[in-house]
C-alpha cells in the first residue's frame, strides 16, 4: 500500500513507561510490530508517559490514546482508530489545564 504525499502514514505510540509495561505493553507492541505492516503505520515504543496509567496499557493512534489495551484486540483496535478515528477525548495536547500546571511545577517552568 503506498500512499501519497498528501496520506501520511499514520503514528502508533505503545506507552512502555512503568504502569503500562507492567501490564503489558512490551507484548502488545510485540504483536503490533508482528501483524501490522510498516506500509499500514509507523509503530514505536514510548516511555514518554500519557498520563492514563490506570487505564493503561495505553496506545497513541495519531496522537488519539487508546486505553485498557489487551493481545486479544490490540491489533483490530488499532486498525480500527486508523481507518476511522475516533474524538480525540483523550488525545495528547487535551489534558485538563490543572493537569498542565503539575506537569509545568515537575519540570521546574
Do not use: W
Request: proline share 4%.
Amino acid at each position: 500500500m503506498e500512499l501519497s504525499a498528501s496520506h501520511k502514514k499514520p503514528f502508533v505510540k505503545v506507552c512502555v513507561h512503568r504502569d503500562c509495561c507492567e501490564k503489558g505493553s512490551d507484548r502488545l507492541y510485540a504483536k503490533l510490530s508482528h501483524e501490522v505492516s510498516s506500509d499500514e503505520a509507523d509503530i514505536q515504543k514510548t516511555e514518554d508517559c500519557f498520563r492514563f496509567c490506570k487505564k493503561g496499557p495505553n496506545i497513541a493512534v495519531d496522537g488519539n490514546v487508546l486505553h485498557h489495551m489487551n493481545e486479544r484486540n490490540v491489533v483490530s483496535r488499532v486498525r480500527s482508530e486508523i481507518r476511522r478515528p475516533s474524538f480525540k477525548k483523550d488525545g495528547i495536547g487535551t489534558r485538563p489545564i490543572d493537569e498542565l500546571d503539575d506537569v509545568l511545577d515537575n519540570i521546574g517552568v
